[in-house]
Each structure stands twice: as structure tokens, then as C-alpha cells.
């Protein structure tokens, strides 16, 4: 229910993931860091969704479960809560993957890191 919008307000969070996974063989021990930012930002997200959306979330979660998953049958409930988001978080169902910044080809990882760690430095737990 909430994979769409999760998906965009963590999209820096797990592209610099998928980069450092990509750059270091897949190898998920050499990028804790990254995939730390993922867990934190999911978090934040999500205490923020409960906290301010909670009725609409539940009544949308409940819709689908209740519908095989079929999202055709919710949509009543699914503009509750995507209004609700939207006013809530900023962040609507819209997707935007391949509109937003592109790390460029020669960029490494780590250049990537430093760039969205001093815009993250509130996520990031020393």
C-alpha cells in the first residue's frame, strides 16, 4: 500500500545503495553504511505515515487485504490516502525515477556518498 511513496521518499537512500552495491561485487558487508541510510530513512518514513495517516492507512490496507490485493477495488481508500500522504510527507504516487538526478558515469561511490551525506547528516547515525 505504501511501496509506491516509500519507494520515492527513500529514492536517494537506495540508489546510493544499489551503487555501492554495484561498485564493491554485490558484496552487501562492504556497504552497512549505505544500506544503514535505507533502514533509517524507511523508518523515518514510515513512523511519519503512522503518526499523521494512520485511519487512511489502516482503512487501505484493510480495503486490500479484504480484495485479494486488487487495488482496482480501492480506490476510494487509496485517494484517502494518497491525499493524506501528499499533505502530510510531500510525497505523492507520482514516480519520478528516471526524471531525477542521474549520478553521473564516472562518478564513483563513495563521491556519491559524499554528496548525499551532507544532505542526509540527520539520518546518518555515528
Known amino acids: ?3 509506491d511513496h516509500l519507494g520515492q521518499a527513500c529514492k536517494d537512500a537506495n540508489d546510493l545503495y544499489m551503487l555501492c552495491r554495484n561498485d ?3 558484496d552487501p558487508r562492504k556497504c552497512l553504511r549505505e ?3 535505507v533502514t533509517n ?4 518514513f514510515m513512523d511519519k505515515v503512522y503518526k499523521e495517516c494512520k485511519m487512511p492507512f489502516a482503512r487501505y490496507t484493510t480495503c486490500l487485504d479484504l480484495n485479494s490485493r486488487k487495488h482496482q477495488f480501492c480506490r476510494t481508500t487509496q485517494i484517502e490516502f494518497d491525499k493524506c500522504v501528499l499533505e502530510k510527507t510531500g510525497v505523492s504516487r507520482e514516480f519520478t ?3 531525477d538526478k542521474q549520478v553521473p558515469p564516472h562518478q564513483t561511490w563513495p563521491e556519491a556518498f559524499r554528496e ?3 544532505d542526509f547528516v540527520n539520518v546518518i547515525k555515528h
Open 24 to 26: 564493491t561485487g554485490a
Open 97 to 99: 525515477w528516471f526524471q
Open 41 to 44: 530513512c524507511t523508518k523515518m
Open 35 to 37: 544500506g544503514q541510510l
Open 1 to 3: 500500500a505504501v511501496a
Open 116 to 118: 548525499f551525506k551532507s
